[in-house]
Every structure is written in C-alpha cells, then in structure tokens.
C-alpha cells in the first residue's frame, strides 16, 4: 500500500516539473511515476489484440513451408521465397514505417491463424523421432498462443503503400500481423550463443523429418 | 474455389496415408493439407490471447527500466538485474521447459500491460531530439499492440517449478508473458545487418535523453 501512496506523491510531483521543468532538467521529460502493485493480478486477464495487417505469401498451405525463415534448403527451387507485409490502411498507420528502410531485418509477430491446439511436449521435424521436447523449448507452431516470430529481410520499404516487401518467409498467405520491430544487432543477435538439443542436430540446413518434395503443386510451377 | 475443392479432397488423402503409410514413406507424417483461402479475411478479425504467465523483476516503475535488455548502462548498478519467469500452475504447462536448459537464451514475448495509447511517429530516447521516427521502426513499447519481445539470458531453468531465472530483464514486474522460444543463433543472430538510424548513433550504449541517475529509490536500495 507505501507503494500506491509513492505513486500518487511522485506522478504529481512529475506533472509538475513538466510543466514547469527547464529545457536543461532531463528530468523534466520523465514520464510520470506509475508503479506495478496496482497491476499484480493483471497478468492473468486475457490480452485482446487487433492485427495491423497481413502476410502475402507464396505459400497456401502449410505443406511445403519452411521451418525457419533462413532455412531454404527444403524450399521450392531451394531459395528464399518473396512476400510482403501489407499494413491496414483504416487504422491510422500512415507514417509508421518511416526510417524503417534503413534496416537490414525487421522482426514480425504474427497470429497463426490455421493452428489449433498444443501439447506441452513435442516431437521436433528434426533429431531423434522419438525424443520429445518442452514446447517452449522448441519453435512448433501449436504453442498455447500461436505467436509466430521471424526475423524477415527487408528488400524495399513502401511506406505511402503500408507496404514492406521481405524475403525469406516462413508464414502462410493470410496470416495477421501484429507487430512489426527493426533488428537491432545490439540487442538481437547473439552468434556464438548454445542452441541446446539444436547445436547436437548439425548442419541446421539438414531434413526434416518430412520430405518437402517435391513441392505442392502451387510452388512448383514457380521454380 | 478451386482450392477448396483440392484441399478438401488433399486433406481426407492425407488422412488416408496416415492410417496406411509404411514407416518408409516420409510423407505419411505430413499434416493434412488445408489451403488458406477460407481464411483469407480472417486477419481482420481480433486475436485473443490468455497469458501464460508473469515476470518477477526488480523493475517495479517505468523509470530506471532500460531500454533494451542488453544496456545495462543506465541500469542500477549498471549490471544487468536478475529476474524470473513464473509460469502458471493451471493451464497445463508441466513439461513445457523441458529442454529448455541447453540455450543460452531465450526469447519472451510479453503485453506491456501498463502502456496505453500509441502514435504513427514517435520520438525515441536517443538520437536527434527533434527527429521523429516511425513507430515500426523503433522498439518503442506505446504501439499499436503493446507487444515486448526480449532476449533473456537464461540462468537457470526450474522446469518442476515452471520457472526460469533470467538476467537482462527490461520489463516490468507483473508483465503478463504470452510466449517463451529457444534463441537460436542460425535463425536469429544477424551480427552484421544494418540497423539504420540506429548505427548513425554510434555506442548502443550511450545516454538516452532521460537521465536514469541517480536511480528510482526501489533500485538504489540493490546496488
């Protein structure tokens, strides 16, 4: 309860010196003070989001799409395929993509919308048929929320278009976007970092389990 | 309509080679096939999501909380904090760690539950004062779906407690967590992409405008 007390004391007091607070107090630009006891029991309240767009992909369905974004070996013609991630145009969005071309990657959230179920334990597309892992150790698809996260290559950013068109997807035509973030190597990329059950597989371009080919008929007429 | 008729009749195929398929026939393990025309307006409609569980930081306010996990600069201390996931007890998740041990990281998608409201162009906590950015190319937490996505160095993995001890927290206590995934350096680290405006800045570690010094009194107390 000291908290909530704080709390109240020092929003007022940051209200304040915004108000009030000269140009060379950078504390006058805090945001004010909110603490987290109020919020303890939020985290059990389901979260209702709206995607802010959708997936343009070669593929239709899910036979015959990649693992990973960066694994193309099993791909159709064996290469990245092209798509694009296209943004609502009545939600307010214009100008969001600004400064976005500059980036090599860009993360994208997405829902994915033609999973159904999960199991707390799974059996990967790849190492040993019979071990099965924790499904928060592994990327399967069917997760107790169908949060899909891939790290996409931006070839050309079109902003008045809400339109960013990426290589190297992973994702269904049709799948809903629900955030997209630049990639930032700083705090992304971690190369040298133990991939656990992973890094005992090898080559991480070596099959899976399932034989992509030959591909579905809507990817081989593209090779 | 086409595709519903080929997807239809793929579909009940699939489930016959299923039943039928020798071991030796890798495609007998192929999922049905379900071709994602009829869900082709789907994006539109919201995604509802329960979370899974919390984080146990020592951030207990938005101040003092860095901006990214690995910039601990700012930081109390400025060592990176020590934090938990907490998983919750009642929604089936026993196993889903296991496995999970191996990997120096993992990454945490969470609903940045105290941020509300967002705008098309932000201006973020480095760079040029005046210079606005489009929020999709920034990893600024007010945006559309208030989405966090955190690599977490993972320190110790509690699989029967559903609970992972991590460093490098920038989250709040109380963040609701709706996803946990493996790092995996061949499908997420991209040491060398470009990071536009962001490599103009030079240091990832340099001051932000806000001057985290001397730090929120719940923090200072921990150095």
Redesign the interface.
């Known amino acids: 309860m000291r ?1 909530l007390g704080v ?1 109240a004391l020092a929003a007022s007091c940051a209200g304040a010196q915004a108000l009030q607070g000269g140009a060379h107090d ?2 006058a ?3 004010p ?5 109020p ?2 029991d ?13 997936i343009s992909s070669p ?5 015959g799409t990649p693992r ?4 193309t070996r099993q791909v159709a013609g064996r290469r990245a395929q092209e798509g694009t991630i296209e943004l ?1 145009a009545d ?17 994208v ?1 997405c ?1 994915m ?2 999973n159904t179920g999960w199991r ?2 799974v059996t990967p597309p790849r190492g040993p048929r019979k071990m ?8 399967a698809p069917h ?3 169908q ?1 899909a ?1 891939s ?1 996409l290559r931006i070839r050309e950013v079109q ?1 008045e278009e809400l339109r960013i068109k990426v290589t190297g997807l992973d994702l ?28 005992e597989l090898g080559s ?1 371009h070596a099959p899976d ?3 992509y080919f030959p591909p ?1 008929p809507h990817l081989e007429s593209s090779e």
Request: charged content about 20%.
């Open positions: 908290h709390c950078p504390r630009s805090r945001p003070l909110q603490y987290t006891a919020f303890q939020r985290w059990r309240q389901p979260v209702t989001l709206t995607p802010i767009g959708w593929y239709k369905e899910r036979f990973q974004p960066t694994v609502a939600v307010g969005l214009r100008h969001s993509l600004r400064s976005l071309e500059g980036f090599d990657y860009c993360w959230i829902y919308h033609m707390p334990l099965r892992r924790g499904v928060f150790a592994t990327r997760r107790p929320n949060l996260l790290a902003a269904l035509d049709g799948t809903p976007v629900l955030d997209i973030k630049p990639y930032i190597p700083y705090a992304d990329a971690f190369p040298n970092a133990a991939a656990g059950w992973v890094d991480p389990h399932l034989d579905p």
